[in-house]
């Protein structure tokens, strides 16, 4: 079965280092998305993308932020000046086309020190 | 956000059915139902989808009031494997999904 795969599993970080997680989206699909998990919360959505640019995003994703679609199969997160605040499980999704199933991955977990 | 309203948590024994509702009085009219579960230490997983009509597919089924304010997912038969937060979630057409707290489904073997 087709999967979204996500790496790394973990990133230990010090604030106000940039990190970049990356996603490989399953191969037809045309909707990538991130969304965050700090540690017993719920999942909130960051952004959305599509045709090479975003679509949507929300308010938590801010300047410190980017997306990026650097060749056919990669998806990445870019942020720029971590803060502790950051620490999250990030995960990717992707979905063939609007309004069907969305595939997870497993998730990055991302932990500023 | 489109607003939903589960159910904090709910138990179930094992291999009985369990019935998860929802509430969602503000639903417009092209705001797909979505149902999604996170098993622990994992990433979300669909669980099922509809517009108007009920759905099954072979994870559960979906049953929509004729007006679309609330809706129920149906396990058939629950499984230790189910244990798990079960979100339903309008989407809004953009496809962005926005997560409530869910339903923490608690099975009882």
Redesign the interface.
Known sequence: EPEVTQTPSHQVTQMGQEVILRCVPISNHL?F?W?RQILGQ????LV?FYNNEI??KSEIFDDQFSVERPDGSNFTLKIRSTKLEDSAMY?C?S?EV??????????TRLTVV | DAKTTQPNSMESNEEEPVHLPCNHSTISGTD?IHWYR?LPS?????VI?GLTSNVNNRMASLAIAEDRKSSTLILHRATLRDAAVY?CIL?T??????????TRLTVIP
């Open positions: 909707y998305y969304y719920k999942v909130e959505f959305s679509s949507e995960f999704a979905s609007r309004s069907t199933e969305a595939f997870f991955g497993q998730g | 797909y996170q994992q990433g979300p997983e669909y989808h979100y989407e057409g953009a496809n962005n999904l926005f997560f409530g707290t869910g």
